[in-house]
C-alpha cells in the first residue's frame, strides 16, 4: 500500500505485486486557513483524517484478502512544521509549507510544545505510536547533516534553527520500517493491526522515484501546483545557482529539483475558473469537463498560439517578489482556446529554460522525459512538452506517481524486493510515449529564443506598478 498525502488530497492505492493498481481511495483536502498574514496552517487534524479516510475507500474497493497486505509507504506533504504535545497530538496547527514561520528559526508558540517534526513525524506517530520520522523529509529550516543524512553534531546547528535536540525525532533512513500499525490506526484506516510502516522521503523524491527515475540521463517533470523537472545522482552538491539538492528516496541517492513555476497547473484551474457556470455547463452539456473542453479548443490551435506569450508568474519568486504573470500579444484572431493554449505552452517554455540552467551546471544532457502530476492527464500537454523539449515524452500507469514511489519503498522494507532497482522495475511500468513533431519542435525552437528575453522587458514595468499596488 502507498500513500501519497498531497497538497491538494491524500490518496491511498493497492497495488499487486506486478505494479497493478487493485483500489484506491482520494479524499480531498480543504482549504487551508490564514489566520494572519504569512501564516498558511492546515485546519483541524485533516491530515490524518484524510488518510485514514481515503484508506477507508481503498479497503472498500479492494476484493483482496486485507491480510495479503505486507506494508504500508508512507508519503506526506513536504515543508511542513508540526509542533506535537509530549502524548504525539498536535500543539497547534500544522504548519503548511507556504507559511512564512517554516522557513524561520523555530519560535515556541504553546506552552505545550514537546516535539517539533515534519508532516511524515506527525503521521508516523499517529499510524505507530513511534516518534520516529524519515530522514530524506527535512531539508531546510532543521538541523540535519545532509551528508550524513543524521542529525547534525554541530551544536550551532540547533541554535540556528531554534530547535534543540530532545525536541527532534529519532530518525530512519528511506527502505527502512518505521514501526507497526497500531489497533487504533488500524480501526480508524480499516485495515488489520500490525502492518510495518515504511519510511519513504519528502514528496517530490517519492513522486520521482514512483515514475521510475533511476538514470541520470531521464528527467522527471512534476506537474503539480507547483512545477519543477528533476534527475537523480550521487553528489551532494551544494552550491548551485539553477538547482537545489534534496534528499533522493533511496539512501545515499540526492534529488536535484530544478527552478520551477510556483502556481504551474493552478493556472489552469484559474483560467477554468475565470470562464464561470456558463462554460462548464456548455461542457457538461458535450459530455467533457471544462479542461476537456479547452484542451480541445486549444488543440486545433497552431503551435505558438499565433504569437500569443504567457508568462506563468502568478505567484511571483521570493527574490523578485515584484513579478506579474503575463500574457502578451493579443490580436482578433485569440480566443479562449488560444489562451488555454499559451498557458500550456508557458509551462513548457518555462520548464524548459529551467531544465536547459540545470543541464549546463550538472554539465550533463537528459535524453528522455517522464511528465508526471495532473498535468500528464492532458495528451496535449504531452505533446507540446515533447515538441518543446524535442525528446521523446512518457508517461507512467497510475494516477499517483507519490503512491507508487511508496510502494516501492514498501517493497524494499518489507523485503519482497532485494534492491530499490529491483522494486522499480516491478511497480513502475511505462504507460506510453509520446515522440517529439519535427516541425513543431523547430518552431518552438525559435519561439523559445522570444520567451526567453521577455521578463528583461517586463521586470521594469512590473517593478514599478508594484510600487503603486504591491
Known amino acids: ?126 499510524m505507530t505510536g513511534n516518534f520516529k520520522d524519515t530522514s530524506a523529509n527535512y531539508q531546510g529550516m532543521w538541523p540535519i547533516d545532509t551528508d550524513t543524512w543524521e542529525w547534525t553534531g554541530d551544536e550551532s546547528g540547533y541554535e540556528a534553527t531554534g530547535i534543540p535536540r530532545n525536541m527532534l525525532f529519532e530518525l530512519v533512513q528511506p527502505g527502512e520500517e518505521l514501526g507497526r500499525l497500531t489497533e487504533a490506526a488500524a480501526t480508524a484506516m480499516s485495515l488489520p493491526s500490525g502492518i510495518p510502516v515504511i519510511a519513504t522521503a519528502n514528496d517530490k523524491a517519492v513522486e520521482a522515484l514512483g515514475a521510475g527515475l533511476r538514470d541520470p540521463s531521464d528527467l522527471v517533470i512534476s506537474t503539480g501546483t507547483y512545477i519543477a523537472s528533476m534527475a537523480v545522482g550521487t553528489d551532494n552538491v551544494k552550491k548551485s545557482e539553477s538547482f537545489w539538492t534534496n534528499f533522493a528516496s533511496e539512501p545515499g541517492l540526492y534529488l536535484y529539483e530544478s527552478n520551477g513555476i510556483r502556481r504551474g497547473m493552478w493556472t489552469v484551474s484559474w483560467m477554468r475558473d475565470l470562464l464561470g457556470p456558463d462554460a462548464a455547463h456548455a461542457a457538461v452539456a458535450r459530455g467533457e469537463s471544462v479542461e476537456q473542453m479547452l484542451g480541445r479548443e486549444a488543440a486545433a490551435v497552431s503551435p505558438g498560439s499565433d504569437g500569443l506569450l504567457t508568462v506563468l508568474d502568478w505567484l511571483a519568486p521570493v527574490d523578485e517578489p515584484y513579478r506579474k504573470g503575463s500574457m502578451l500579444g493579443f490580436d482578433a484572431r485569440h480566443g479562449r482556446g488560444h489562451m488555454f493554449r499559451s498557458i500550456l505552452e508557458g509551462i513548457a ?3 524548459k529554460q529551467r531544465a536547459d540552467e540545470m543541464s549546463e551546471e550538472l554539465d550533463r544532457g537528459f535524453q528522455r522525459i517522464v511528465l508526471t502530476g495532473g498535468g500528464s492527464s492532458s495528451d496535449l500537454l504531452v505533446q507540446i512538452i515533447a515538441d518543446v523539449f524535442g525528446l521523446p515524452t512518457v508517461r507512467m500507469t497510475g494516477a499517483s506517481a507519490a503512491s507508487r514511489g511508496a510502494a516501492i519503498c514498501a517493497v524494499v522494507g518489507t523485503g519482497l524486493a532485494n534492491s530499490f532497482d529491483a522494486a522499480t522495475k516491478q511497480l513502475a511500468i511505462t504507460a506510453d510515449e509520446v515522440l517529439p513533431n519535427r516541425d513543431n519542435a523547430q518552431t518552438y525552437h525559435e519561439l523559445g529564443r522570444v520567451y526567453r528575453d521577455i521578463r528583461a522587458a517586463t521586470d521594469p514595468l512590473y517593478g514599478r506598478t508594484a510600487n503603486l499596488f504591491g
Open 349 to 351: 517554455m518555462t520548464m
Open 1 to 126: 500500500m502507498g500513500i501519497d498525502n498531497g497538497s491538494q488530497s491524500s490518496k491511498v492505492t493497492i497495488y499487486a505485486e506486478d505494479g497493478r493498481p487493485c483500489a484506491e481511495g482520494r479524499v480531498p483536502l480543504p482549504a487551508t486557513d490564514s489566520p494572519r498574514p504569512g501564516t498558511v496552517e492546515y485546519p483541524d487534524d485533516v491530515l490524518w483524517d484524510s488518510i485514514a479516510e481515503a484508506s477507508r475507500r481503498a479497503v472498500a474497493g479492494f476484493e483482496g484478502d486485507l491480510q495479503e497486505i505486507k506494508g504500508i509507504g508512507l508519503c506526506t506533504i513536504r515543508f511542513c512544521r508540526v509542533v506535537l504535545q509530549a502524548n504525539g497530538s498536535l500543539a497547534q496547527p500544522v504548519m503548511s509549507w507556504m507559511d512564512e514561520r517554516v522557513s524561520r528559526p523555530y519560535h515556541r508558540e504553546s506552552n505545550d510544545a514537546a516535539y517539533v517534526t515534519t508532516s511524515s513525524g506527525y503521521i508516523t506517530h499517529r
